[in-house]
């Protein structure tokens, strides 16, 4: 089993940045960020796949970064210009296989969860 652990959460206002991390107990080929407010099924935000390839929700481009470590244990997503319908409890992800979809069935490995509130 592989133990992911992701931090960074916190509330911001409209407009302002923060950067989401994850560490991984080991190394797995994809890993990715996920969020869920209540009432609503989980969403895929960005994946990154340990070579690099990256997928990105469409509406987070251009204002979310994906990002591995070079070790492929930590993962970062850095989010600006955040907006309002952001706000969600933000989940790390990992997986053994490729897949440039975001989809959470994907996944076998998942961390507690980071909330993110975006205020306007």
């Known amino acids: 089993n592989v133990h992911v652990r992701e931090s960074g959460g916190d509330s911001v206002q409209a407009g302002g940045s923060l950067r989401l991390s994850c560490v991984a107990s080991?190394?797995?080929?994809?890993m990715a960020w996920f969020r869920q407010v209540p009432g609503k099924e989980r969403e895929g935000v960005a994946l990154i796949d340990a070579l690099g390839p990256t997928t990105y929700e469409d509406s987070v481009k251009g204002r979310f970064s994906i990002s591995r470590s070079d070790d492929k244990i930590k993962m970062f997503l850095q989010m600006n210009d955040l907006k309002p319908e952001d706000t969600g409890m933000y989940y790390c992800?990992?997986?053994?296989?490729?897949?440039?979809?975001?989809?959470?069935?994907?996944?076998?490995?998942w961390g507690q969860g980071t909330q993110v509130t975006v205020s306007s």
């Open positions: 992800a990992a997986g053994s296989t490729w897949s440039p979809q975001l989809r959470a069935r994907d996944y076998a490995y």
């Open positions: 080991g190394v797995t080929v994809a």
